[in-house]
């Protein structure tokens, strides 16, 4: 019944989350000569230097996937990931004279948070399509799972984010940790290299990480032929379903103390 009520309240606060949503688009784009082609520069740019080095130089494999299109899957759903982590880890102390002064759902922050990067998510994408038709990438029926695989990905990065901005008000040491490991995340995630390049005994540990399922499947919903391991991407879906369950609800424990604290 409390948890039915809170959604209602969430529910009546909906105008207010459309606000945040746009208000943060507007803030990110605001005196910018390219406006939203930032949002497919930054893959675009980190896969051609991924390519270079890494596929080039280093000779990392790409599992036979032409390695542009190895990397910019991957990168995009990860470059979603850690701008929706950092912008709801810091949601409430970026809004802290708007948490002091009126009343609202504190959710509304880091969800508004979340949200916004999806926006960035779709306009990138446009960009695989092309990439694509260049590499002459055949379209499968498989294709239609990369926007469904964004729940699983925008789950987690609710969930973690929640978590982040509720230990961030109480603990200050959070806003500069987290680019550190958001860094270090990208190491452990299979996108400079695949996850069958990993030794066997180490995939298991690879698996703890959520994100290791969910960009794989990003992956291999773009190449027909190649089988999703949905073994590997269930794992994903449970941890990903604990932590937002767990950020949810330590979120919600904390939240009438923001206000004083902050």
Known sequence: MQRAGHLR????????????VWRDLKVRY??????????ILQPFVTMIIFTIFFGRLAGIPSDDIPRPIFYYSALLPWTYFASALTGAGNSLLSNSDLLTKVYFPRLAL?????LTGLIDFAIASVVLIG????????????????????????????GLG???????????????????????????TP???????????????????????????????????RAIDWGLLGISAVTTTILL??????????????????
């Open 131 to 158: 990439m694509m038709a260049y590499y002459a990438v055949p379209v499968s029926w498989e294709l239609l799972l990369w926007p469904l695989l964004l729940l699983p990905l925008t789950a987690l990065a609710l």
């Open 191 to 225: 996108i400079i290299y695949p996850a069958s390049m990993v030794p066997q005994p180490y995939r298991s540990l690879l698996a703890l990480n959520p994100l290791t399922g969910i960009i794989e499947a990003f992956r291999a919903a773009l190449i027909p032929g």
């Open 30 to 39: 605001k005196q910018t000569k390219l406006g939203a082609a930032w949002a």
């Open 162 to 188: 929640t978590i982040l901005a509720a230990l961030n008000v109480n603990f200050r040491d959070v806003k500069h940790a987290l680019p550190f490991c958001v860094q270090l995340l990208l190491f452990l």
């Open 245 to 262: 369950v767990i950020g949810l609800t330590y979120f919600r424990r904390t939240e009438r103390e923001f206000a004083d604290i902050i």
């Open 9 to 20: 309240e969430f529910w009546r606060y909906r105008e207010l989350l459309y606000f945040l």
């Open 110 to 114: 880091p969800v508004a948070a979340v």
